[in-house]
C-alpha cells in the first residue's frame, strides 16, 4: 500500500491588518516630500538624529491611551537575557532617552529633528494603520514658550513650502495646564490609579471632538459609545454636570485667539494650574502676532487635547482643512496630520530633574495622503532606465560596457538579467516604461554598429499602424548608429520632446 503523499505548505501571500507596502512612485515622492520638510527644519537650526527602532520597554514608558490593548499598546518582546524590549511607538520618548544617556555632552537647548517608521499596537481601520512613519522636530532644554511658538511658525512654514494654500491648513494650539483647570473643576486631578485611567478616557473622548462631535463625545464621557461597526468603547462614567463642563471647555473656541482666552478664563477661574496656562498661551499669542503669523495660520483651539499621556504644557495640532469626499460620497475635511506638545517630565523620568522640552510630530504617510488629494506631490523625476538588451550571452561583457558609458554620462541604463528571447525582452522593456532599448546582435557588432529603438515614438506610431505584417516589417521608431557614437546619440534622443514628461 503506497504512502499518501504529504502535501506541500505553501504559505499565503498576505500582510497583516494594519500594515502596507510602498512601491516605487510613492517612495519616490514620500521622499522628496520629507526633504522639503527636511530643508525647513534645517533653516530654523534643527540638527538630524537617529534612534533605533527597539528600546528597552521601561524607557519608552506607558503613555499610549491604547492601556485596553495588549502590552498597552506597543509591540513587545523579550530579549534572551529576559529583558523587555519594545517597538517604539513614536520618536519623542526614544529622544528623551538619547538626551537623558548623553545630556553632559549635548549643546543645551538641544534641537533635533527625526524621521523614521513607529509602531502601535492598536486596532486598525481605514487610513489608520499599525506602522507609520513620523517626522518630528523637538527642542529640549528650556521652559521659554518661545520655543513652543517657534514650533508652531515652523509647522505652518512646512506647510506653506509644501504649496499647501493659507486656507487649507491650520496650526490648532491648546495648552494642557488649562484642561487640568477644567479636570481640577471635577477632581480629576488625583494620583491614584483610579483617577489617571479616568482622566485619560476623558482625554481621549475631548480628543475626538472634530471625528464625533459634541454628541459623540457626551457618549465617551458618559457610559461608552456603540461605533458603526458595532463595537463598544467603555466610556468615562462622568456626572451630567461634569460632562456638560467638559464640553463647555472643548466648544470654547472664539474667532479670535484673544477672545478664545478670554472665553477659557471665566471656565478655570480659582484654578491656579488653568490660569498658569491662560498666560503661557497669552505669551505665545504674543509672539506669533509679533512675527506675524495670524489666526487664519494658527490659532487657539481648547478641543485640542493630544492623547499621548505625558505632554504637560501647550499642545498642538496641523489640520489640513480642505474637504474631500469619504467612501460613501459625502464631503469630509482631511483632518489633522500630526500634533505635538510641551513634555516637561519626559526626560526628568532618567535624570531626576527637570528637563523642558517641546516638539511636533508630522504624521508623514497621513501628510502623503493629503498632498496626493490636492495634486501637490512633485512628479518623480527619475526615468526610466534605458534597456540594453542581450542578443548574445556570450557578450553580456560587451552589453555591460555599454551601460556602463551611459552611467559615466549620467543615464540610467540596465542590462537585461534574465534570460528570454528578444520579444519578451521588449516586453520587459515596454512594462519597465524604458524609453530607449540598444540592440546589438552579431551582424551589428561585425558592422561596428547599434540598433536604438524608441519605445515612446513606437507606442505613439503603432496606433496609426492596423496591419500585423506592416508593424512587423516597419522600421519606425529605430535608427542605426556607430557603436562609439551610442552614448551622444542617446543623449540627444532623451532631449526630444516626447521625452520630457
Known sequence: MSKKKQKTFRPKARLPRGFGDVQAHEVRTMAAMIKTIGQVYELYGFEPLETPALEFSECLGKFLPDADRPNEGVFALQDD?????????????????FVAQNYDGLAKPFRRYQVGPVWRNEKPGPGRFRQFVQFDADTIGTPEMAADAELAMMWAD???????ARGDYII?????????????????????????????????????????????????????????SGDYTKGANLDAASIEKVIAFVEAGKDTNEATLAALS?????????????????EIGALLSAAGYKEDRICFDPSIVRGLGYYSGPVMEAELTFEIKDEKGNLVRFGSVGGGGRYDGLVARFKGIEVPATGISIGVSRLYAALDKLGKHKAASVRAPVIISV?????????????????????????????????AQLKYADKRGAPLVVIQGEDERANGEITIKDLVVGAMASKDITDNEEWRTSQVAQLSVKTEELVATIKDLLTKPHHQH
Open 81 to 97: 537575557d529576559e529583558q523587555w524590549m519594545s517597538l517604539r511607538y513614536d520618536l519623542t520618548a526614544p529622544t528623551a532617552r
Open 158 to 164: 512646512v506647510m506653506e513650502k509644501l504649496d499647501i
Open 172 to 228: 490648532r494650539m491648546n495648552n494642557r495646564k488649562i484642561l487640568d483647570g477644567v479636570l481640577d473643576k471635577i477632581d480629576l486631578l488625583g494620583d491614584d490609579e483610579a483617577s489617571v485611567n479616568k482622566r485619560l478616557i476623558v482625554m481621549r473622548a475631548m480628543d475626538k471632538l472634530d471625528r464625533l462631535g459634541s454628541e459623540g463625545v457626551r457618549l465617551l464621557l458618559g457610559e461608552g459609545r456603540k461605533d458603526e
Open 266 to 282: 471665566i471656565l478655570i477661574e480659582g484654578s491656579e494650574i488653568g490660569q498658569t496656562g491662560i498666560d503661557e498661551l497669552a
Open 391 to 423: 542578443m548574445d550571452k556570450p557578450e553580456r561583457a560587451t552589453y555591460q560596457q555599454m551601460a556602463m558609458d551611459l552611467r559615466a554620462a549620467g543615464i540610467r541604463a540596465e542590462v537585461y538579467m534574465g534570460s528570454s528571447g528578444m520579444k
